[in-house]
């Protein structure tokens, strides 16, 4: 589990604000290629990171 989004900031991509287990914070830019399921009913969605992503 990489965290809860807690937002999707509309800049000029949109943004998914993701809160970490860990603490803290990733922006991950809400596009098919990053996101390619999003589950409504299920309440998740699944997100394929390039390496490095998350580290940032």
Do not use: C, K, S
């Not at 998740?44 to 580290?55: I, N, Q, W, Y």
């Amino acid at each position: 589990m990489i965290g809860e989004v807690t937002a999707v900031r509309h800049e000029a991509q949109d943004l998914l604000v993701v809160r970490r287990p860990e603490g803290g914070e990733a922006l991950i830019p809400f596009v098919a290629a990053l996101v390619p399921t999003v589950d409504l009913d299920g309440g998740f969605l699944v997100v394929d990171p390039p390496e490095g992503l998350l580290d940032l």
